[in-house]
């Protein structure tokens, strides 16, 4: 995940200033300006920018990070199930959101809030009889009107039946929506993007016919990103916006 201004990138344990270079022009790689433990998975900036939120196997925690020291100190820790591990976190950065997603291994999604300290609800499946791999929350774009009801949605994407995305109401805990047939996903961890309209959701797909992005009103697939013609690389894993 990126910070609100874009220029530090949260990427597995560390996080990455977007506005340096490399300092020897034949090295294609920067150094973290500051790196969490080698069994943190997933880190997210939360809480407009305030916090790191990252996970380590079956535990979610939150850092308070202070980049000039490099120093990171643990304010609290949840564990969102009784699963053997987080396989996807996210939240709402642009905004002052109490609210953590979680995917776990047991096939469940749970939302956490961190103001309370409490589980805000959980459902044991999150997409399907297969394990969740991918999570996906609403952006804020100041170029875009969107009804405030579509913020409320969160998605999940899982191998089950070659490839399933599931939609559910943040304010409810009810299943919204579900899209399949339109991509092919068995194996990779193809990644699930809402449009900054919230119009459509991509997803990559493994049969190198490119990504798919499938109407939300509708409930199919809109536009096939290669128009038909195969992709040349093989599959495409994500489509972002």
Same mark, same amino acid.
């Given at each position: 995940?990126?910070?609100n201004g874009?220029?530090?990138?949260?990427?597995?344990?560390?996080?990455?200033?977007?506005?340096?270079?490399?300092?020897?022009?034949?090295?294609?790689?920067?150094p973290?300006l500051?790196?969490?433990?080698? *069994?943190?998975?997933?880190v997210?900036?939360f809480?407009?920018?305030?916090?790191l939120?990252?996970?380590?196997?079956?535990k979610?925690?939150?850092?308070?990070?202070?980049?000039?020291?490099g120093?990171n100190k643990?304010?609290?820790?949840? *564990?969102?199930s009784?699963?053997h591990?987080?396989?996807s976190l996210?939240?709402?950065?642009?905004?002052s959101?109490?609210?953590?997603?979680?995917?776990?291994?047991?096939?469940?999604?749970t939302?956490?809030? #961190?103001?309370?300290n409490?589980?805000?609800w959980s #459902?044991?499946?999150?997409?399907?009889?297969?394990?969740?791999?991918?999570?996906?929350l609403?952006?804020?774009?100041?170029n875009?009107?969107?009804p405030?009801?579509?913020?409320?949605?969160v998605?999940c994407?899982?191998?089950?039946e070659?490839g399933?995305?599931?939609?559910w109401d943040?304010?409810?805990?009810?299943?919204?929506?579900r899209?399949?047939?339109?991509?092919?996903?068995r194996?990779l *961890?193809?990644?699930?993007?809402?449009?900054?309209?919230?119009?459509?959701i991509s997803?990559?797909s493994e049969?190198c016919n490119g990504?798919?992005?499938?109407?939300?009103?509708?409930?199919?697939?809109?536009?096939?990103?290669?128009?038909?013609?195969k992709?040349?690389?093989?599959?495409v *894993?994500e489509a972002?916006?």
């Amino acid at each position: 995940s990126f910070t609100n201004g874009k220029n530090l990138l949260a990427y597995k344990n560390s996080i990455y200033s977007t506005l340096r270079s490399p300092k020897n022009p034949s090295h294609t790689s920067l150094p973290p300006l500051l790196s969490l433990s080698k *069994e943190t998975d997933n880190v997210c900036f939360f809480y407009g920018d305030k916090f790191l939120a990252a996970s380590e196997a079956d535990k979610v925690k939150l850092h308070l990070y202070n980049l000039g020291s490099g120093a990171n100190k643990i304010v609290h820790q949840f *564990e969102p199930s009784k699963s053997h591990k987080v396989t996807s976190l996210g939240c709402v950065n642009t905004t002052s959101s109490s609210l953590l997603f979680s995917l776990n291994s047991d096939r469940s999604l749970t939302v956490l809030d #961190v103001a309370s300290n409490t589980t805000y609800w959980s #459902v044991p499946s999150s997409s399907g009889r297969r394990t969740s791999h991918s999570l996906a929350l609403p952006p804020v774009s100041p170029n875009c009107s969107v009804p405030n009801d579509m913020y409320n949605l969160v998605g999940c994407a899982s191998h089950d039946e070659g490839g399933l995305i599931s939609l559910w109401d943040i304010r409810t805990a009810s299943p919204a929506a579900r899209f399949r047939g339109g991509h092919v996903n068995r194996v990779l *961890e193809c990644k699930i993007n809402f449009s900054p309209c919230m119009r459509y959701i991509s997803t990559g797909s493994e049969d190198c016919n490119g990504a798919a992005f499938y109407d939300l009103r509708k409930g199919d697939v809109s536009i096939k990103w290669s128009d038909g013609r195969k992709v040349k690389d093989g599959p495409v *894993e994500e489509a972002a916006w």
